[in-house]
């Protein structure tokens, strides 16, 4: 059984056509974005992975999934900011 709510025809009627041919955009805010706080979001669990593995040599499990974490991390910046210029 899926739990999934569909909206009512009535209210897809009445949302507005989608504009393909030129769309509307919103400025460079998200770009702005990720430049500013990515190195932000990468910078600090690396001071705390650099203090935890080097400087006390006490790595936890927590530490190991910070790491990991940091892959999917930079992997979306890229795609966010490789999305905001589409291919010519």
Do not use: K
């Amino acid at each position: 059984m899926s739990l999934t709510v569909f909206p009512p025809p009535s209210a897809i009627a009445g949302w507005p056509r989608p504009n393909l041919v030129n769309p509307e955009r919103h400025g460079l805010g998200l770009l702005i974005l990720c430049f500013t706080l990515g190195p932000l979001s990468v910078l600090l669990p690396f001071g705390r992975l650099w203090t935890r593995f080097i400087i006390q040599r006490n790595a936890g499990i927590d530490d190991y999934l910070l790491a990991i974490g940091l892959i999917p991390l930079g992997a979306l910046l890229v795609i966010i900011s490789l999305s905001m210029h589409p291919a010519p």
